[in-house]
């Protein structure tokens, strides 16, 4: 059984940190590229950053650049996402999903976790 599971996300001060954490299982990791999106309610879902576990490329979104890192652990079967900086502009559900590149669509996903920003 394919899966991702979300996890790291609560409650943080504007100009905090936090660490989330994608673990997967059921399929071939090393083969994918993990992503993080992350979506408002009543906003359109926005890809923010993903890696490429085939040869370690990786892609960041103008709003994160500079303050997130991602980061994977073939040993672990997991990708993590450091979060730096953050503003309540940060506030949404995050999610990881598997893809087979980095602009690929999206073939498996989690079921995220809420990340809040307080100012």
């Known amino acids: 059984e394919v899966q991702l599971v979300e996890s790291g996300g609560g409650l943080v001060q504007a100009g905090g940190s936090l660490r989330l954490s994608c673990a997967a299982s059921g399929f071939t990791f090393d083969a994918y590229a993990i992503g993080w999106f992350r979506q408002v309610p009543g906003k359109e879902r926005e890809g923010i950053s993903c890696i490429s576990n085939r040869d370690g490329s990786t892609y960041y979104a103008d709003s994160v650049k500079g303050r997130f890192t991602i980061s994977s652990d073939s040993a672990k079967n997991t990708v993590y996402l450091q979060m730096n900086s953050l503003t309540p502009e940060d506030t949404a559900v995050y999610y990881c999903?598997?893809?087979?590149?980095?602009?690929?669509?999206?073939?498996?996903w989690g079921k995220g976790t809420l990340v809040t920003v307080s100012s």
């Open positions: 999903d598997a893809r087979h590149s980095l602009i690929g669509r999206s073939e498996y």
